[in-house]
Each structure stands twice: as structure tokens, then as C-alpha cells.
């Protein structure tokens, strides 16, 4: 039985789940600093709030629903977060208002960056780990409950259906030595990169599609026009007055005709084609939709291949460039006699002139018959 399935001109391969080397997984310190925590602070609150409504957890009935339904008429819908009967109330996340009131209310922030990038106070402020505790719980529960994984600003959704029920997990690293210094630049790109994963993350639970127009440019498709592409691309003339449906083979004398026989014959082809258009369009709107690289990766070889690069300017070697040499000359290829080009030259072997008083000296056998003349025709 093959491994393989080929779907839309894609081959799909089966891959076995093995249990990971590397589980957990560090991020750069950084993360500990107070402008990075501050942020993180800020983000999962916001995230935790609208995947704590999107399930329905932490939602307590107020007083007014429960005086006025009946234990027998109790429904057993989930309860939505935007129902006034319901008011939202995570132990945790009001443990987390408190810790920002009276952990990183500090005189000692870090400065905030002008317009130039530029800040006065290059040091950052590191926060200690009995600090980070309320932090931690929180992220921990992102990942275990909703399958987030924050530091990296990924979700993996149905995880729980999988082999490996919490796959990669991303924590913060330990702190780096002396020697590594990170500035305030280095945290503000890393806020940056990670607020625009976890808005991509909250934008797909809310179900934020891209805009209208970007999809027409795209390649938007709708149902009317590709149903019509669909019969004529079905309706083949074959003569004055003869049309030809490819789908049974059979023949009429105009394509209203041939329009008919596919709707009343072939319905389920067309509803085939509605189908297309409503799984081409969902992958249009998908802001997170699979595409190929813009610029792929070219293919390096270190014998010698593209991007072999092997340059003595000032007796130092270098072997990271991805350009050739361009004082390298490649060696002249061996010649042999009788093979094509350019391995060789065909026969008989060439009579190079000789030099001045000397006579030129023939190698061929008396017996053997005239050059190309091998058959004796």
C-alpha cells in the first residue's frame, strides 16, 4: 500500500509521529525584561479573556437568569459571553490585575523610545523570577487549556487529538552572560514580532478575513461565473449544429441543449463545482492560507556547486559567500579518442603537423582498410 496521495496536483506523505527530542524550548532572556513583561502582561490578558469567552469558560449566570428559569426548561446550550445573563470572572486573570498594581508599578521603568529610535538609558531592567510566578501560571495555562503557545505566538488546534497531546513549548531562556548585552532595541523588535503573531492568533479565533478587494486580486471566485465556465468549457461545437457533451459522449443540435442534459444529468458535478468555489474562497479569505515563498532558498553545495565560493584576498579563506569566484578557471576535460564530445573527438585519431625536417609518421595498419571506409563500401 502506498504512503503517498496525490490531491489537486499535491502529493501528500504520511509522517509518523515520533515523541520529541526537544519538548521545551528556550526564548532569549529578554523576555524577562520589565518592558517585555509589561507587554506580555497586556497581551495575555486580552488573549486568555477572548479564548476563556470563545469556549465558554469562567461565565457565571447572574442573579436575574437564575431567578427566572426553571430547573425543567435549563438549556443546554454553552453559555455565550455576550449575553448580558452571563458575567465573565477568571480568578486568574483578577490575580493578574493585582500583580501588575503592585509589581510593575515602578519608578524604574524602562524608557520608552523616540521617533529616532533612540532612547536616554541604554540599560534594561531585569525582573526576578519570584516575580514572574503569576506570569507563568498564566502562560502555562495558554498552552494546556487553549493549545497556545505564547512565546512563540502559535495555536495547534485539536492537539488533543493528536499522539504527542503538548508538543513544543517555548519558555524563557536563562539570563545570558556579560558578554552578550542586550539593548532596548533588541526588546522593542522582539514586542513587535511577537504582538503580530499574537494578533494573527486572535484575529483567526475571531474570524477576521483579509479585505474584499485583496481577495478580487487574489483570484475571488464566485458561484454563478464558475458554473458557467463550467458548461461552456463542457459544451465542445463539433459543426453547424452539432455539440458534443464530453462528460457521456453524446451529441445535440445547440449548446442550450448541452446546458440542459449537464444540469439535469450531471448535477452532481455541478454541486461538485459549488463545492470548489466555497473551499477556494475560504483559502482566499484565510489570512494564515499556505503559500509558497516569495524568494526560495537556493540550493548551496560545498564541493564545488552553486554558491561555492573559495577566495585568498589577504590569506583569508572565506566559504560563506554565496557568489563564485570569478578568478576560478575549471581544468580542461580529458579528450579520449572515439567518444562524443566533449569527452572526446571521433575517429580516426587527428594528424597533428609535425615540425620543420621531420617527416610526418602514420600509425595506421597497412591491412586496415581507408578511413571511413570500415564496411569496404
Not at 77 to 106: F, G, H, Q, V, W
Not at 349 to 358: E, N, W
Amino acid at each position: 500500500m502506498s504512503s503517498k496521495v496525490e490531491k489537486y496536483d499535491h502529493e501528500l506523505n504520511v509522517v509518523i509521529n515520533r515523541e520529541l527530542s526537544k519538548r521545551v524550548r528556550f526564548v532569549p532572556s529578554l523576555t524577562r525584561s520589565l518592558y517585555a513583561v509589561q507587554k506580555d502582561v497586556k497581551w495575555l490578558e486580552i488573549l486568555i479573556t477572548e479564548l476563556d469567552k470563545a469556549a465558554g469558560l469562567w461565565l457565571v449566570e447572574n442573579d436575574s437568569r437564575q431567578d427566572s428559569h426553571d430547573d425543567d426548561d435549563e438549556s443546554e446550550d454553552k453559555p455565550r459571553a455576550d449575553s448580558a445573563d452571563y458575567t465573565y470572572n477568571n480568578p486568574m486573570i483578577e490575580e493578574l490585575r493585582r500583580y501588575t498594581e503592585e509589581c510593575l508599578k515602578t519608578p524604574t521603568l524602562d524608557h520608552e523610545m523616540d521617533e529616532q529610535g533612540e532612547t536616554d538609558e541604554d540599560e534594561i531592567h531585569i525582573v526576578p523570577d519570584k516575580k514572574l510566578k503569576v506570569l507563568d501560571k498564566l502562560i502555562i495555562y495558554l498552552r494546556v487549556v487553549h493549545m497556545v503557545d505564547y512565546y512563540n505566538g502559535t495555536e495547534f488546534p485539536n492537539e488533543d487529538e493528536m499522539p504527542n497531546k503538548i508538543g513544543v513549548f517555548h519558555i524563557r531562556g536563562p539570563l545570558e552572560t556579560a558578554n552578550s548585552k542586550t539593548s532596548l532595541q533588541d526588546v522593542h523588535d522582539w514586542n513587535d514580532q511577537l504582538r503580530s503573531k499574537i494578533q494573527t492568533v486572535i484575529d483567526e479565533m475571531r474570524g477576521v478575513t483579509i479585505p474584499e478587494e485583496e481577495a478580487k486580486e487574489i483570484g475571488l471566485k464566485t458561484e454563478e461565473e464558475s458554473i458557467e465556465e463550467f458548461v461552456k468549457v463542457n459544451t465542445e461545437e463539433q459543426g453547424p449544429g452539432k455539440f458534443h457533451c464530453p462528460l457521456s459522449g453524446k451529441k445535440f443540435k445547440g449548446p442550450e441543449f448541452v446546458r440542459k442534459h449537464i444540469f439535469n444529468k450531471h448535477a452532481e458535478k455541478v454541486e461538485s463545482v459549488k463545492k470548489d468555489v466555497v473551499f477556494w474562497n475560504n483559502y482566499v479569505l484565510e489570512p494564515r492560507r499556505p503559500m509558497e515563498p516569495l524568494f526560495p532558498p537556493t540550493h548551496q553545495s560545498s564541493n564545488g556547486g552553486p554558491g561555492y565560493s573559495n577566495s585568498n584576498n589577504n590569506s583569508n579563506n572565506n566559504y560563506s559567500s554565496s557568489t563564485p569566484n570569478a578568478n576560478y578557471s575549471q581544468p580542461p576535460r580529458p579528450s579520449f579518442p572515439g567518444f562524443p564530445a566533449p569527452y572526446g573527438f571521433p575517429g580516426p585519431f587527428p594528424q597533428q603537423p609535425a615540425p620543420k625536417g621531420r617527416k610526418v609518421i602514420s600509425y595506421n595498419d597497412l591491412d586496415a582498410p581507408d578511413e571511413y571506409d570500415v564496411l569496404g563500401i
